[in-house]
């Protein structure tokens, strides 16, 4: 049985979005998804601004999904900001990538990324890396308590 907080995609690319979407519905991840499709936007996601001003910021999601080549504000800058915030800094972040590139990689940990997946390049993979995850993170994975959560 997951938790059934929500989970932030933050992705540019809407075969991916797709992709994603229909990969956690087959493997029967019913928690709600927020896809946001830049990084202003998941930066205004995590803090509750511009277009997400009426959000309650102390509601975080269970996990977010980065895609690193952002419009506006790349990945790495948005990983940057959640972690340099008390009011975030404990939330799981996934960063997704297509890229294999060491320095990609070494620079994702650096920041503060709590995972590095690849993304997978066919839809059966996908299936299978939703159910994995939505295995782990929304199941096996013990987030800090809430009184410490967003502190």
């Known amino acids: 049985m997951s938790r059934r907080g929500t989970i932030l995609l933050v992705e540019d690319n809407p ?3 797709e992709l994603t979407l229909m990969a956690f519905a087959r493997s029967r991840v019913t928690n709600e998804i927020i896809v946001v499709k830049d990084g202003q936007e998941a930066v205004d996601y995590m803090f509750g601004l511009g277009s997400h001003a009426g959000r309650d910021p102390a509601r975080m999601p269970e996990v977010v999904l980065l895609d690193l080549n952002l419009p506006k504000i790349d990945g790495l800058d948005v990983l940057r900001r959640i972690r340099a915030d008390a009011r975030t800094r ?4 996934v960063v997704l990538s297509s890229s294999r590139e060491h320095q990609d990689i070494v620079r994702s940990y650096d920041f503060g990324a709590n995972s590095f997946v690849q993304k997978p390049v ?3 993979q996908f299936v299978e890396w939703a159910r994995q995850l939505g295995s782990y993170w929304l199941v ?12």
Do not use: C, G
């Not at 404990?90 to 972040?93: I, K, L, S």
């Open 15 to 17: 075969d991916d979005i």
């Open 90 to 93: 404990r939330v799981p972040v």
């Open 122 to 124: 066919d839809f059966s």
């Open 140 to 151: 096996l994975n013990e987030p800090p308590p809430p009184s410490v959560r967003n502190v």
